[in-house]
């Protein structure tokens, strides 16, 4: 490891300065992580530039699978550095909030190996198309083919956006492909193919079967949380009621069990029934029975025999 010598960095002075407007307080743990982990390379490099950049050449023939890890984190100047980690910065404390910081740092690690993966697939598949060996050479560092499948869960999970791109006011669901245009006509230095790579893999995650995968592998380790599931809120408490066994613990029910399993516009409709009834009927509980939590049911009406009995119980009480 070597550390970056030469000019002051107005880049990473710059980000530093919009990391602390926003608040070290303020940004969530995975996403804080990221941010410290990129400036560190940085100022600390691994190896030069050519020797972590991920290409086919040096990823797929000479096997240096260890660039998969290295080149998402190196850059290759301060202004690449800061556009990237501002990029970061905003996308993780929206969708690190949104699937948790678990679920989140296990998105980021499998996106920046698959990405790599993937990135070295279309080369490839130019190569073959083009018959030109040269694209084997091309080789690709930094984090933003991450951040482009980061845009992709990011308008998946928050629809109908709208983002400005160029001064062009453009459908959330279709910006990561005019940045993707834009990008390279602007610095045509880019990859293309990198940001490509990133789109795809957030596309094999919200239409493919890429978060399939991830549950699978991640279902044995219990630390994983799926973020499309109800959390338990109880859970903490199982520590009590460990050390305190003569304590008759019944198991909390669930959100599902709560709601009968209602969607929020059935339980509303339930929930104006039941004061429809309340209405109707007074207010009154039968029997002097009191009422169950949850959603409450009427009783079935009785038949004509019950009531007759049920009048000549009150007068033999008389």
């Known amino acids: ?36 982990l990129n400036i560190f390379f940085f100022l600390n490099p691994v190896r030069p ?39 970061m910065l905003w996308k993780g404390i929206m969708l690190e909030r949104k699937l948790k910081s678990v679920w989140f ?24 198309i083009l018959n030109d060996p040269s694209y084997e050479m091309n080789c690709a560092v930094g984090f933003s083919g991450v951040l482009f499948a980061l845009k992709v869960l990011n308008n998946h999970y ?55 995968i991830m549950k699978a592998c991640a279902g044995a380790v219990t630390s994983f949380t799926d973020p499309d599931r109800p959390r338990d809120y109880y859970s903490g408490y199982s520590d009590y009621y460990y050390r305190y066994p003569e304590y ?11 709601t009968g399993g209602l969607t929020e516009e059935e339980q509303l409709e339930r929930a104006v029934l039941n004061s429809l009834n ?13 009422r169950p939590y949850g959603f409450w049911f009427p009783p079935e009406q009785n038949s004509e025999e019950e009531v007759r009995r049920q009048r000549l119980r009150r007068f033999d009480r008389r």
Not at 9 to 27: C, E, R
Not at 278 to 290: I, S, V
């Open 158 to 212: 928050n629809p109908g956006r709208v983002s400005s791109v160029l001064g062009l006011q453009i459908s959330s669901k279709y910006a990561c492909w005019v940045e993707l245009v834009a990008i390279h006509l602007i610095s045509p230095g880019t990859s293309f193919a990198g940001h490509l790579a990133g789109i795809l893999v957030g596309l094999m995650y919200t239409m493919g079967p890429l978060k399939k």
């Open 105 to 128: 740092a296990y998105i980021i690690a499998v996106f920046s190996v698959l990405i790599g993966v993937v990135y070295m697939a279309l080369e490839f598949m130019v190569v073959k």
């Open 49 to 87: 530039l050519h020797e972590v950049c991920i290409s086919v050449n040096e990823g797929f023939y000479k096997q240096n699978w260890q660039r998969l890890l290295l080149s998402p984190v190196h850059h290759a100047d301060d202004w690449h550095l800061y556009y990237n980690m501002i990029s």
């Open 248 to 258: 008759q613990y019944t198991p909390p029910r669930n959100y599902y069990d709560y």
């Open 278 to 290: 309340e209405r109707d009927f007074g207010g009154a509980t039968y029997n002097n029975e009191r």
């Open 1 to 36: 490891m070597q550390r970056r010598q030469g000019r002051v960095n107005a880049g990473l002075l710059l980000l530093l300065y919009q990391i602390s407007q926003v608040g070290l307080q303020n940004i969530p743990s995975v996403t804080l992580a990221v941010l410290v």
